[in-house]
């Protein structure tokens, strides 16, 4: 079993920045595709950000590219996810996740095996 615990969330105006966290235990996030996703109220559950086993590969989702950086640090087993320039409509809580499966399915939430209990992040004035 893998656990994720996010941390970073918080309030914060329009235009700031906000550095969220995703520590596992349990697994190493070598051996897993790492995802980041984001449910705002009444809306469903959306893709942010992937990257791949060994941190070659990253992907994000247009709305935040050029905001949003996604990394990932093996020797504290953690994932990032540096959001820049931050939107109103980037309020919602973010999960992390970890899948198994190949780098192509890595925008589709039903694929990932292993989920955090999410951090809420708000952006208002």
């Known amino acids: 079993q893998m656990q994720l615990v996010e941390s970073g969330g918080g309030l914060v105006q329009p235009g700031g920045s906000l550095r969220l966290s995703c520590v596992a235990s349990?697994?190493?996030?070598?051996?897993?595709?790492m995802g980041w996703f984001r449910q705002a109220p009444g809306k469903e559950r959306e893709f942010v950000a992937a990257?791949?086993?060994?941190?070659?590969?990253?992907d994000v989702r247009d709305s935040v590219k050029g905001r949003f950086t996604i990394s990932k640090d093996r020797a504290k087993n953690t994932v990032y996810l540096q959001m820049y320039r931050l939107e109103s409509d980037d309020t919602a809580v973010y999960y992390c996740?970890?899948?198994?499966?190949?780098?192509?399915?890595?925008?589709?939430?039903?694929?990932?095996?292993?989920w955090g209990q999410g951090t809420q992040v708000t952006v208002s004035s």
């Open positions: 990257i791949s086993r060994n941190g070659g590969s990253a």
């Open positions: 996740a970890a899948t198994t499966v190949v780098w192509g399915s890595r925008r589709q939430s039903e694929v990932y095996q292993y």
């Open positions: 349990g697994r190493t996030v070598s051996n897993y595709v």
